[in-house]
T-cell receptor
Framework: ETGVTQSPTHLIKTRGQQVTLRCSSQ?????VSWYQQALGQGPQFIFQ???????GRGNFPPRFSGLQFPNYSSELNVNALELDDSALYLC???????????FGPGTRLTVL | GQQLNQSPQSMFIQEGEDVSMNCTSS?????WLWYKQDPGEGPVLLIA?????ELTSNGRLTAQFGITRKDSFLNISASIPSDVGIYFC??????????????FGKGTLLTVNP
């Protein structure tokens, strides 16, 4: 059974640019959640996708957007990058919404 | 964003010692989870608790779901060097359509001296 995978591992962008992060969910899981983890903090919920629809959203601005595809993989898009967007972005998949969430290794984004 | 109150912030112990850490919230949760995160990795699920008062073990780890549903505890017995890492508690609500997200604590950094 393949776990949650994310790409790329690391990314460096400059302020104002746009970025796309990718996540493949664990086999059999139809729900993907995205979290932002700043240095020294716990993960903060961005949004969740269940069967290709947004199922809930945290306190993040609209320039954070996402997609889920028919194979349940997902993308996180961030427009107009700001310095404070530098963080580890974590994807988690679950059997369905409300079930235990299993995390991928994360994408480290640095905004200069 | 909201974060749970997790303590202690860090611990430095000798191999073989027992460890206790806890997490409190001003809000009720219906599920409590404990994760461990190694440097450069994503959090790994250790224990999930689903009922107030529940006590669950996973090897040397034992966790409890507080009866008020506002707290949880994690104990590690006979610590070993590979227990080093950051331990996070997380709460999940199961009402009002909000049971999709996890709310995390700030983490407890555990260092084990061989």
């Amino acid at each position: 059974e393949t776990g949650v995978t994310q790409s790329p591992t690391h990314l460096i962008k400059t302020r104002g640019q746009q970025v796309t992060l990718r996540c493949s969910s664990q086999s059999g899981h139809n729900t993907v959640s995205w979290y932002q983890q700043a240095l020294g903090q716990g993960p903060q919920f961005i949004f969740q996708y269940y069967r290709e629809e947004e199922n809930g959203r945290g306190n993040f601005p609209p320039r954070f957007s996402g997609l889920q595809f028919p194979n349940y993989s997902s993308e996180l898009n961030v427009n107009a990058l700001e310095l404070d967007d530098s963080a580890l972005y974590l994807c988690a998949s679950s059997l369905a919404w409300g079930y235990e969430q299993f995390f991928g290794p994360g994408t480290r984004l640095t905004v200069l | 964003g909201q974060q749970l109150n997790q303590s202690p912030q860090s611990m430095f112990i000798q191999e073989g010692e027992d460890v206790s850490m806890n997490c409190t919230s001003s809000s009720i949760f219906n599920t409590w989870l404990w994760y461990k995160q190694d440097p450069g990795e994503g959090p790994v699920l250790l224990i999930a608790l689903y009922k107030a008062g529940e006590l669950t073990s996973n090897g040397r780890l034992t966790a409890q779901f507080g009866i008020t549903r506002k707290d949880s505890f994690l104990n590690i017995s006979a610590s070993i060097p590979s227990d080093v890492g950051i331990y996070f508690c997380a709460g999940q609500l199961d009402s009002g359509g909000s049971n999709y997200k996890l709310t995390f604590g700030k983490g407890t950094l555990l260092t084990v001296n061989p």
